[in-house]
């Protein structure tokens, strides 16, 4: 059974940090590629960050590039979300996103790309 398990998320101030996490079971981590996507009430879904199977490769949204940093330790199936210089537009939950990587560069960013999904983490900042 796939699960992918997000934490981390909370309530803060304005330029302040969080870090997210997100755990994946039931596939093969490195084979994936993995992204970050948040929404916000009453908005679409997003995309914030994407990362390669191998971590080399990052892709950002513009909205947060030079403010969050995505990562991934395929030793603990972990991928991670650190975000600095948090504003209220970031408020919203973040869902974690796996998929199949054909190649360690390979990464994706559009939100049909994904089968695999997390529950949430609900990140709320206070301007």
């Known amino acids: 059974q796939v699960q992918l398990v997000e934490s981390g998320g909370g309530l803060v101030q304005a330029g302040g940090s969080l870090r997210l996490s997100c755990i994946v079971s039931?596939?093969?981590?490195?084979?994936?590629?993995m992204a970050w996507f948040r929404q916000d009430s009453g908005k679409e879904r997003e995309f914030v960050a994407a990362i390669s199977r191998n971590g080399a490769t990052t892709y950002y949204s513009v909205s947060v590039k030079g403010r969050f940093t995505i990562s991934r330790d395929n030793a603990k199936n972990t991928v991670y979300l650190q975000m600095d210089s948090l504003k209220a537009e970031d408020t919203g939950v973040y869902y974690c996103a796996a998929r199949y990587a054909g190649s360690d560069e390979d990464f994706y960013y559009r939100d049909s790309d994904f089968a695999s999904w997390g529950q949430g983490t609900q990140v709320a900042v206070s301007s």
């Open positions: 039931g596939r093969t981590f490195s084979w994936d590629a």
